[in-house]
């Protein structure tokens, strides 16, 4: 159950960053490629159709995310969108067969609500701990920092998504880079609230 609970995991991280990612790649590499295959009752996310909307969805989120106070709006959309595809992607990986995990655990199959809310769970506080991080760069940046964030997170939900189906120990690392860099922002941001309100009793 480790190697599953590692991939779903990752998959559901990366959705908490790009709700669309995750979704894709998953759906174009059990199309496409032998690298994953869904359980029966998962596959119509490698449907033609889901593939195309997923992909328009992606494109209009990859440019609402990077523009300043669109992005802030695009974080509340998404609150309820990102934890959805979380518990999606954990729910349809859990069961699948890949090139690490021939043989899913029965315990996942029996049980399909348990990864489907540990998905929604994930993703929703990556989703939380994304928003606190960006609010925060823009702060500090006046809103510059938000395609430079974006653009990274994007490629994080990229990497992630692929270590979590090629090499699902990976997504260790991947958990514990977002976990600091959320704490380092944060400290960052209190820092910076400090140092404004000392110079304001100082004025």
């Known amino acids: 159950m480790v190697l599953e609970a590692l991939m779903g995991t990752g998959l559901a991280a990366s959705a908490g960053l790009n709700a669309y990612i995750p979704l894709l790649m998953v759906g174009l590499l059990a199309r496409f490629t032998d690298v994953i295959t869904l359980p ?9 159709w889901m593939l ?4 328009v969805l992606l494109t209009i989120e ?3 995310d990077k523009i300043p106070v669109v992005d802030h709006i695009n974080d509340f959309i998404q609150t309820v969108i990102r934890p959805t ?7 349809a990986s859990s069961g699948s067969h890949t090139a690490v995990i021939t043989d899913p655990a029965q315990y996942y199959e029996s049980k399909q609500w348990v990864p489907v809310v540990s998905g929604i ?5 990556v989703h939380l701990m994304k928003a606190g991080v ?17 653009v990274a997170e994007d490629t994080v939900s990229v990497f992630m998504s692929l270590s979590a189906i090629l ?12 976990v600091v860099l959320f704490f380092w ?17 100082g004025y």
């Open 185 to 201: 922002a944060r400290r960052r941001r209190k820092r910076r609230k400090a140092a404004k309100l000392a110079a304001a009793r």
């Open 134 to 150: 960006r609010a925060g760069v823009n702060s500090v940046t006046l809103g510059f920092g938000a395609p430079v964030m974006s």
């Open 62 to 64: 990859f440019f609402a």
């Open 85 to 91: 595809s979380g518990g999606i992607v954990f729910g």
């Open 167 to 178: 090499a699902p120990f990976l997504v260790i690392f991947f958990l514990i880079m977002i």
């Open 121 to 125: 769970v994930i993703s929703l506080v």
């Open 40 to 48: 029966s009752g998962w596959d119509w996310i490698e449907n033609p």
């Open 52 to 55: 195309g909307l997923i992909g």
